[in-house]
Nanobody
Framework: QVQLVESGGGLVQAGGSLRLSCKASRMITSVFNPSTMGWYRQVPGKQREFIAAISGTGSTNYTDPVKGRFTVSRDNAKKTVYLQMNSLKPEDTGVYYC????????WGKGTLVTVSS
């Protein structure tokens, strides 16, 4: 079964940066490489929300609040997707997850990002 393992979260002050990683263990290369992979965020009491995505060809899209601050990338050889987060704000706080946008697999445990003011 495919496992998504997110990492890289932590506590950072507003204005700081973090780089999240998401490794798609056991996802076969022929599935991972063309897949659009997305990053999502969830805060307590709210639904998981879309943050950013990268297609198999490298096209990216972002939700408006993170445009210009976050950058999504991927390394197909490592079956890993990254989220570089700069100029972090307290409202970026939450648990971050990744998944296949069009064919979701079971969610991983996520990685907690806490931005202090």
């Amino acid at each position: 079964q495919v496992q998504l393992v997110e990492s890289g979260g932590g506590l950072v002050q507003a204005g700081g940066s973090l780089r999240l990683s998401c490794k798609a263990s056991r996802m076969i290369t022929s599935v991972f490489n063309p897949s659009t992979m997305g990053w999502y965020r969830q805060v307590p009491g709210k639904q998981r929300e879309f943050i950013a995505a990268i297609s198999g060809t490298g096209s990216t899209n972002y939700t408006d609040p993170v445009k210009g601050r976050f950058t999504v990338s991927r390394d197909n050889a490592k079956k890993t997707v990254y989220l570089q987060m700069n100029s972090l704000k307290p409202e970026d706080t939450g648990v971050y997850y990744c998944n296949n946008v069009r064919a979701p697999v079971p969610w991983g445990k996520g990685t907690l990002v806490t931005v202090s003011s």
